[in-house]
């Protein structure tokens, strides 16, 4: 498998990884990698400035449909936001997070030389089916973020594909006005398999309002009514104050 040498500009993140919510656009994604990511993505970004990308890696990366020249980043996202915030730190006023985090990638952006790690080393895939054939074999070890950070079971779950469960947390995460104490517990170890077991009951789905139909999580609430008995839900498991037979 030659690599395949590319610029950090032609690199689009995935609005499709794992790690996160479906992402709108570039921005979106670079937001909600952040946001899931938080002093791992400062911690890589400053290994990144002092050390360059880790030589026994390469960025798995499929050709975009979409945007001419460009490629999607399948594996390599946390390395390729982290170098793009290096490279151009400019996009830190574009983006969302503590005052913390923007002097420590500012300060990491000028140490940055780009000559060092471009052009990035990638390998080509014909389509995101071989794609997920590799990653299956990736995801293990982490280093407070400097390495490779293992999927959580929620991020496995969305690889696989975002059955009612996972779309009903994913409409929590996104629309539930949550806490950033709410979100670590959830980002923790969450128990999926329990909200799954939940929404598989079509008691339960009478009871709040909503149904499945092709493997989709449908209601006929406004959004604001349909999310309470979510929230409510997410936030008990959460918590471990809801007990399941």
């Not at 400019?90 to 780009?114: H, Y």
Request: net charge neutral.
């Amino acid at each position: 498998m030659p690599p395949k040498p590319l610029k950090i500009d032609s690199l689009d993140l995935d609005l499709e990884n794992p790690r996160i919510t479906l992402a709108t656009d570039q921005r979106d994604a670079m937001q909600k990698i952040l946001n899931e990511q938080k002093v791992r993505l400062i911690n890589l970004a400053e290994s990144i400035a002092a050390k360059g990308l880790n030589p026994m890696d390469r960025c798995l990366v499929l050709r975009s449909e979409a945007r001419a020249d460009k490629f999607i980043v399948l594996e390599g996202n946390r390395r390729v936001l982290a170098a793009k915030l290096l490279k151009n730190p400019s996009l830190l006023t574009t983006l969302e997070m503590p005052e913390a985090f923007r002097n420590k990638l500012q300060k990491a952006a000028l140490t940055f030389d780009v000559t060092k790690i471009e052009p990035v080393d990638c390998y080509e895939v014909t389509d995101r089916t071989e794609g997920n054939d590799w990653l299956r074999q990736r995801h293990s070890g982490a280093d407070a973020g400097r390495g490779i950070v293992n999927w959580s079971a929620i991020a496995g779950s969305r690889f696989r594909g975002r059955d009612p469960a996972l779309q009903a947390l994913d409409f929590v995460l996104e629309h539930g006005g949550l806490s950033d104490e709410d979100k670590e517990r959830i980002a923790g170890k969450f128990p999926l398999t329990t909200l799954d077991r939940l929404l598989s009951t079509p008691s339960v789905r009478t009871a709040i309002g909503f149904e499945i139909t092709g493997g989709k999580l449908q209601t006929e609430l406004p959004p604001e009514e349909a999310l309470k008995p979510l929230k409510r839900m997410v936030l008990d498991l959460a918590g471990k104050r809801l007990e399941c037979n």
